[in-house]
Nanobody
Framework: EVQLVESGGGLVQAGGSLRLSCAASGFTFDDYTIGWFRQAPGKEREGVSFISSSDGSTYYADSVKGRFTISSDNAKNTVYLQMNSLKPEDTAVYYC?????????????????WGKGTLVTVSS
């Protein structure tokens, strides 16, 4: 059974930090691009950051560049998202996703597997 299990969400004040984790199982981790989408209330789901499990290349949305860092531990089949200098506009449900290995910039149509999401709330 394929599973992507997110953890690490919560409530934090603006300027604070959180680290999200995504533990993957049931598929070959190295064969996918893996990362994070987010969906704020009333908004579309958007790509945040992705990492190629094969070569380590990364993608960041412009809105998080310089603040968020994605990394992976292939031995643990786990992807992390370190989020620093958080802003109220980062408030969203963050979803782990695995998909098309041919690109490091996943879009919604390229996702094969989704996690259930973890809520991040940034208070002002």
């Amino acid at each position: 059974e394929v599973q992507l299990v997110e953890s690490g969400g919560g409530l934090v004040q603006a300027g604070g930090s959180l680290r999200l984790s995504c533990a993957a199982s049931g598929f070959t981790f190295d064969d996918y691009t893996i990362g994070w989408f987010r969906q704020a209330p009333g908004k579309e789901r958007e790509g945040v950051s992705f990492i190629s499990s094969s070569d380590g290349s990364t993608y960041y949305a412009d809105s998080v560049k310089g603040r968020f860092t994605i990394s992976s531990d292939n031995a643990k089949n786990t992807v992390y998202l370190q989020m620093n200098s958080l802003k109220p506009e980062d408030t969203a449900v963050y979803y782990c996703a695995a998909g098309d290995p041919r690109t490091v910039e996943l879009d919604l149509y390229g996702v094969d597997y989704w996690g259930k999401g973890t809520l991040v709330t940034v208070s002002s």
